[in-house]
């Protein structure tokens, strides 16, 4: 993930940084006991090499072990993420690698192999201290070591427990000073530090991955969203099209030859084949009329205020909440405009009975018109408003603006790309505790701003 491969050489140069400070600490180890000679410098030397050779084979083997990881997931981020190979934390959460610990971890995976090689180190580090006291400064590498492959706790334990031997093999061989006792306790402080902040960063390097995959999730659903309309807007389209040509021309013709025979008379060849060519038509205008019926959206069969209560019937019977519905018999709205009006009816009742444990939801259509236009009689074709009332829990309308542009409340985004399709207006009015009433408005009438109260201003 993009995180990850952003964050990939930081962590690169982190691990080099930790392998050489260990590599360097051990040998320096060895050839300060071979110059000091003796017995004990003998096996100090030999103890220093063998935790050399151990340390490079797990970090050989955790190095192979990324390959395969790469090669079997076909990506280098993925390689980055399990770098640290000894940590079963790590690769449960696809955490970059830690620095030092990733590259270092065995070959043989994560778990119990990954402490068992870390406490192998620990095992020849502490004959070394004994041995020599400039193996007590490998305890720092060995800090980061603990943190990342030692799960829990118990890695803050292995801390605390290695500084003491660290202090304790120095002041055997340098005396019981400021220094010695101070030393690895700084030491250790700063590795504990260190480790945290690592930790946060691969927390919100982990977050960020979560985001994104919201949002690709979130986008994907959009997309779905959007192909869906459009295949519903096109077979509107169809049903108006045909409605308003072959239905209306076979509607014409069967009409004519129905005129046509009544003045003819009862007799003759002539008036059987008019007969025979009104009742093709009216065959004709039944086959067309039932292909506008498969055309249109199957929940507006009888109409938008239908669907609309049997949504409220349907809802009513699965959850046990009260609805009512306010609308009028029939509209003359457009097909398109009212099957985006069920939408979003349906989502905005979907968000109320999932989000909002209301006791009573409350549904009204009515076909708008605009100023002077009542008195008139003539109502504006097109225009409409759809109200979807609640009296559940409410919520703080601009806090989930805010988690909508995170990728979160998809239903209310949803319901707003909706309404900008239709070129409407849409009004939420909410707060925590008082209930939800969602306004949606469509057509050329644009009332005035409306307060967080509902008040016209």
Not at 4 to 25: C, E, N, S
Request: charged content about 20%.
């Amino acid at each position: 993930m993009a995180p990850h491969a952003a964050l990939a050489p930081m962590f690169t140069v982190l691990r080099i940084g930790l392998h050489a400070l260990f590599l360097g600490l051990a040998a320096f180890a060895a050839i300060a006991s071979f110059l000091r000679g003796g017995h004990a410098g003998a096996w100090g030397g030999d103890l220093a090499i063998l935790l050399i050779v151990v340390y490079l084979a797990g970090a050989i083997g955790a190095r192979r072990m990324r390959a395969r990881q790469d090669r079997s997931a076909g990506s280098a981020g993925l390689a980055g993420a399990a770098g640290l190979a000894g940590s079963s934390r790590a690769a449960a959460t696809a955490a970059p690698a830690a620095p030092g610990a990733a590259a270092a971890a065995p070959a043989a995976g994560p778990g119990i192999r990954g402490v068992i090689w870390v406490l192998t180190l620990t095992a020849l580090w502490a004959g070394l201290v004994w041995l020599a006291p400039e193996g007590a400064y490998i305890v720092f590498p060995l800090f980061f070591l603990f943190l990342h492959l030692i799960p829990g706790p118990l890695g803050y334990v292995a801390i605390v427990l290695s500084t003491g031997l660290a202090i304790l093999g120095l002041g055997t061989h340098l005396g019981f000073g400021f220094g010695v006792i101070v030393g690895p306790l700084l030491g250790a402080g700063v590795a504990i530090l260190i480790g945290l902040g690592y930790r946060a960063l691969v927390r919100e390097a982990r977050e960020r991955e979560e985001l994104l995959s919201e949002l690709l999730t979130t986008r994907e659903r959009l997309a779905e969203t959007e192909r869906e309309r459009g295949a519903i807007a096109e077979r509107a389209r169809l049903a108006r099209e045909i409605h308003d040509t072959v239905a209306q021309g076979l509607s014409s013709i069967q009409m004519l030859l129905h005129a046509a025979e009544r003045d003819a008379g009862p007799a003759g060849a002539g008036v059987r084949h008019i007969r025979l060519a009104r009742e093709t038509a009216a065959e004709s205008l039944a086959e067309t009329r039932g292909l506008i019926r498969e055309l249109a959206p199957p929940a507006l069969d009888e109409g938008l205020p239908s669907a609309l209560r049997r949504l409220a019937e349907e809802q009513e019977r699965r959850t046990g909440i009260e609805f009512i519905v306010e609308a009028p018999d029939r509209t003359e709205l457009p097909m398109d405009v009212q099957s985006a009006l069920l939408r979003i009816a349906q989502g905005a009742v979907s968000n109320a009975v999932r989000h909002a444990s209301p006791n009573r939801v409350r549904i009204a259509l009515a076909e708008a018109e605009g100023p002077g236009e009542a008195a008139a009689g003539a109502a504006r074709s097109g225009s409409a408003t759809l109200t979807v009332q609640d009296d559940g829990t409410g919520f703080d309308p601009l806090r989930a603006a805010e988690h909508s542009g995170a990728g979160e409340s998809f239903g209310l985004r949803a319901i707003a790309e909706r309404v900008e399709q239709l070129d409407g207006v849409l009004d939420v009015h909410s707060h925590p505790g008082r209930g939800t009433e969602l306004v949606v408005r469509i057509g050329e009438h644009r009332p005035a701003p409306l307060t967080a109260e509902g008040e016209e201003r």
